[in-house]
């Protein structure tokens, strides 16, 4: 029998409209009529089920994002979900139906860094014409009914998995990636990880899951570590109640930890990760910081830390979070503390920018 690939598959009943969210200038983003965008070679257009917001979107929103697409033609949105409805040429790796979940980024697949396997630090980034894309930065994204993407950056989620925790994987895999990079073996280990948010929250679960001996989380939100200690974090310490330092060289009887992770992204944390890491130890820099940072280099090389650094959910790491997800081990779902339809989406931004009602992960359903 010879099996032959479909040269084009799609559900039966396709819309040529969509409403999509598209910005027009900073702070100005409408809900408009846009037409179907179609997937081309080794891409699936994926009807959306829901896409969640983050730190970079407001970047995005308020025109601080320094790649953002032309106005008036660009829809946002970078961490969604949904269901496979059309395969473009070549691709057998998904059919219509399938539920799957992202990575953000699909590197050109040419250069010496996706050569390597670092498609997030693509030496294309930003240029379609090379075949990079970076759905919701670089290419239209999820805030919308209908988002087109790369099979190379897409996971089939099985049924166990809901939409609301897949919609979390990607974040999950930010922290996961990270850890992958500074050496993965964690068992054993006791963890500082600072910043409560989505992607705190994410790795904390990752770090109990990977073996972790403890778990210290650290932030300014009681309501946010509250979650944390939910999803298995040991230890909480609340900066404006006590100081961080203080508080986990107390906890690790003075040794410090073997891990600190920084998720905060704010200016004065890198120097306490240097403060609360053991001799030897490791400091993972995952955030991003609104000016340059400081920190007393000459203790991190004293005291053998090595740091390292990663963005965003590179090396597979979102399959590995499907998996823990398929597993029971990862909730993302408990993180949605709100949902907005799709016209509501700059409701959506005001209520993340003023932290209305303690918001941690808000959603856009379509
Ligand atoms: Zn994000
Ligand atoms: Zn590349």
């Not at 059309?86 to 050569?115: K, M, S, Y």
């Amino acid at each position: 029998m010879t099996m032959t690939l479909p040269a084009f598959a799609q559900q039966d009943t396709l819309p040529e409209i969509m409403r999509a969210a598209v910005l027009f200038g900073p702070q100005d983003i409408r809900l408009i009529d846009r037409p179907l965008p179609k997937p081309h070679s080794g891409e699936v257009l994926v009807k959306v089920a829901m896409c969640g917001t983050c730190g970079t979107d407001l970047k995005i929103y308020d025109g601080h994002f320094p790649l953002t697409l032309p106005l008036g033609a660009f829809t946002p949105g970078h961490e969604w979900t949904g269901t496979v409805v059309a395969l473009g040429e070549t691709v057998d790796e998904f059919a219509v139906g399938d539920r799957v979940c992202i990575e953000a980024h699909h590197g050109c697949g040419r250069c010496d860094n996706c050569l390597s396997g670092k498609y997030t630090a693509c030496l294309n980034y930003g240029n379609p014409t090379k075949g990079h894309r970076a759905t919701g930065m670089t290419a239209d994204g999820g805030f919308a009914e209908y988002v087109v993407h790369h099979v190379s950056a897409l996971y089939k989620i099985p049924p166990q998995v809901s939409f609301k925790d897949a919609v979390l994987l990607t974040t999950a895999g930010t922290g996961l990636y990270g850890l992958d990079t500074a050496g993965g073996y964690i068992a054993g280990y006791d963890i500082a990880i600072f910043g409560p948010g989505p992607v705190g929250l994410m790795t904390v679960q990752a770090c109990k899951q990977l073996g972790a001996a403890s778990v210290i989380l650290v932030g300014t939100r009681t309501s946010r570590l509250e979650m944390g200690r939910r999803l298995g974090a040991d230890h909480l310490i609340n900066i404006r109640a006590r100081d961080p330092v203080v508080a986990i060289r107390e906890l690790t009887d003075g040794a410090g930890v073997d891990l600190a992770i920084e998720c905060s992204g704010a200016v004065e944390t890198p120097q306490q990760c240097v403060q609360v890491t053991k001799r030897g130890g490791k400091i993972l820099v995952v955030a991003f910081y609104p000016q340059p940072v400081t920190l007393d280099l000459s203790a991190v090389v004293r005291s053998d830390i090595t740091i390292y650094t990663t963005r965003g959910e590179g090396g597979n790491n979102v399959k590995r979070a499907v998996s823990l997800a398929a597993q029971g081990r990862l909730r993302g779902s408990d993180l949605i503390t709100h949902e907005f339809p799709l016209e509501d989406i700059a409701e959506a931004f005001r209520v993340m920018r003023e932290r209305i009602d303690e918001p941690i992960k808000i959603v856009i359903v379509p």
